[in-house]
């Protein structure tokens, strides 16, 4: 029934090591994360869980990836316009920044914008006359899990953006739209899926995110202290089981939220002819 | 409305597009610009519409100065080859786009859009497709959805870019007299672009020819077909056979004839030579399959010939494959003299 004849043989053995290896790198870690958490009892389970630093850190991992997902789709994008309607000198090199994030080990983006944020940094000191603090903050946060989230969000748009027909811009216009109306009514319903792919990413990766964000964060608990690295203090504490209970939270809100944008896309996509 | 085209050029980079082009095409009229890829016939058009900027000459309509007015301030309907119809919007939405998008003091009101939609759709005679995707719908029955939406915008010009194009013969066939009638139907201005000689001839009241950025001919069918101005228009609008001239007879101011253009139903096939410009050939290949017969002919130095005739000239002359026979010129298309 799921099987279409096709010129390509081995779809029971694709299949089957599609699951086998699903399985021992993605379901038997991350069950183990729920056997290690019923080892509690579901009263101690709400202790932890409930705890006002706890439900601070869910609140600012959530809410900072959040931000960051979304200034990354407006940005994203049109970097992502940009490199794909225009040409223009050194246009190979901004190509290959915008993969930079992708690249560069955490902790070395992590030290660099801390020291650049920082009250006394280069761009830190600037703000800091505003009176905006930005290192050991939200806002730093925020921007490290910008920093980090970016590639994903340009990577995704861009060749659906290359992909657009010319011509529709064109058949537009000559029914009187203007850029406006071309960008809103044409460009913008074509990229939603995309958009929101590139969201999701962005989020998911930004959501998981440790080494870039503790340097900039100052972990004050209960402020800064951002879910992964709770996790990370428990588990110095030898606190096991109270990680992982942490952790299978995360893992729940993170596997709503995916499913969420999932059914988003699905919708989306759906409206313009894909699915 | 009218259009008056004088003395464009275009380049793309190194490449020429338009060379000095001037065009006029009157209030109604039905034209087609007819020539092979590259000779910048889909380039003129997108020019008219406003879709590219020439690099110096005149555009009016109707007598008006068009150069600074943007595409969406032409009022132009423009079809399109792969029909650019909005994939996430349904028919009725494609075609209620140009309506939407005016400005709101404009703007009918909703009702009077669905009025229009539905009228439009009457008149492409898809009245059931209204809530379909373009996606759902035939290559025959997108491009009139795409006409119909670019006639939405009530345009006094009409442009279209190979609009059959990318549809299989038949339905070609079909929506070629189609558009014929509808055009007489409405009036408009109309400006197709095409590079097959059959469809611009059976269509068009105008046919302009184009090659190499430049216009060749502008005239009716039958003056293109029958009066060439140049080698090039005679060789685009239908087979030709080459006759290098022996005659002596000299023409008027002392030139002397060196080439004649023939077409292939222009030739006498006859058992024994006729002139001195008969030439021996053997028949390489008959087509008996339809209204007429074509056949292949190689005269002894290795030209080509293609002769048509009727079904029952070829009968009357008991002819076979390999038939060693003789072909005369009836008529000369075209004849070029050397000096």
């Given at each position: 029934m799921f099987k279409h004849k096709s010129t390509l043989p081995g779809f029971r053995i694709s299949l089957g090591y599609t699951i086998f290896y699903l399985g021992l790198i993605v379901l038997i870690p991350l069950s183990m994360l729920f056997i290690k958490t019923s080892s509690m009892g579901l009263k101690e389970i709400w202790m932890v869980v409930s705890h006002p630093r706890t439900l601070a850190a869910y609140r600012l991992s959530f809410t900072a990836s959040f931000i960051a997902g979304l200034v990354n789709v407006v940005f994203g994008f049109l970097i992502a316009w940009v490199l794909s309607r225009y040409s223009f000198p050194g246009k190979k090199l901004i190509d290959a920044m915008v993969d930079f994030p992708f690249a560069l080990p955490t902790a070395v983006t992590g030290i660099a914008l801390t020291s650049l944020y920082s009250q006394n940094g280069w761009v830190g000191q600037y703000l800091y006359q505003f009176g905006i603090q930005s290192a050991y903050n939200p806002l730093g946060i925020t921007i490290a899990l910008i920093f980090i989230g970016l590639p994903f969000v340009v990577r995704t748009v861009e060749p659906v953006l290359q992909e657009l027909d010319p011509e529709l811009e064109d058949a537009a216009a000559s029914l009187g739209a203007d850029r406006w109306q071309i960008f809103i009514k044409i460009f913008f319903p074509n990229l939603i899926p995309a958009l929101i792919t590139g969201f999701t990413l962005a989020f998911a990766r930004a959501i998981g995110e440790y080494g870039s964000v503790i340097f900039i964060a100052?972990?004050?608990?209960?402020?800064?202290?951002i879910a992964p690295l709770l996790i990370m203090t428990k588990l110095e504490q030898f606190d096991y089981t109270g990680a992982t209970a942490i952790a299978v939270v995360m893992l729940l809100i993170s596997f709503a939220l995916l499913a969420l944008t999932n059914f988003l896309q699905w919708v989306s996509s759906k409206r313009i002819g894909m699915g | 409305m009218s259009i008056e085209v004088k003395a464009i050029d275009k380049t793309f980079g190194t490449f020429k597009a338009l060379d000095q082009v001037s065009l006029k095409v009157a209030t109604g009229e039905l034209v087609a610009l007819l020539g092979p890829s590259g000779s910048g016939k889909t380039t003129l058009l997108r020019i008219i519409a406003g879709l590219e900027t020439a690099d110096c000459g005149e555009i009016f309509f109707h007598g008006d100065d068009?150069?600074?007015?943007?595409t969406k301030d032409r009022n132009v309907g423009f079809v399109f080859q792969h029909y650019a119809l909005f994939r996430h919007m349904t028919v009725f939405e494609n075609i209620a786009f140009g309506l939407r998008v005016k400005p709101k003091a404009l703007r009918p009101s909703e009702k009077q859009i669905k009025e229009k939609v539905h009228e439009l759709l009457k008149l492409v005679q898809l009245e059931w497709v209204a809530s379909r995707f373009p996606s759902q719908l035939s290559g025959g029955q997108r491009q009139r959805i795409a006409l119909a939406r670019a006639l939405a915008i009530e345009p006094k010009i009409l442009l279209l870019d190979e609009?059959?194009?990318?549809?299989d013969a038949q339905v070609r066939k079909e929506l070629r007299q189609w558009l014929r009638r509808f055009h007489d139907h409405l009036h408009i201005t109309t400006l197709f672009v095409t590079h097959d000689q059959e469809e611009a001839l059976e269509v068009a009241d105008k046919i302009v020819v184009m090659n190499k950025g430049k216009i060749e001919q502008v005239g009716s069918p039958e003056d293109v077909y029958h009066?060439?101005?140049s080698v090039f228009v005679l060789n685009f609008l239908g087979n030709v056979n080459i006759f290098h001239a022996r005659s002596s007879a000299e023409h008027k101011s002392?030139?002397?004839?060196?080439k004649m253009y023939v077409r292939p139903h222009q030739l006498i096939v006859s058992r024994?030579?006729?002139?001195?410009n008969s030439v021996k050939v053997v028949l390489t290949f008959v087509n008996l399959a339809g209204s007429i017969v074509k056949i292949d002919a190689q005269s002894q130095k290795g030209e080509i010939f293609q002769v048509e005739m009727s079904q029952e000239e070829y009968r009357a002359l008991k002819l076979t494959k390999s038939d060693e026979v003789f072909l005369t010129p009836k008529n000369i298309a075209f004849s070029e003299y050397e000096i």
């Open positions: 100052g972990n004050i608990p209960g402020k800064t202290e | 068009a150069r600074g007015k943007m609009p059959f194009g990318s549809l009066n060439p101005a002392g030139e002397k004839p060196a024994s030579p006729l002139s001195e």
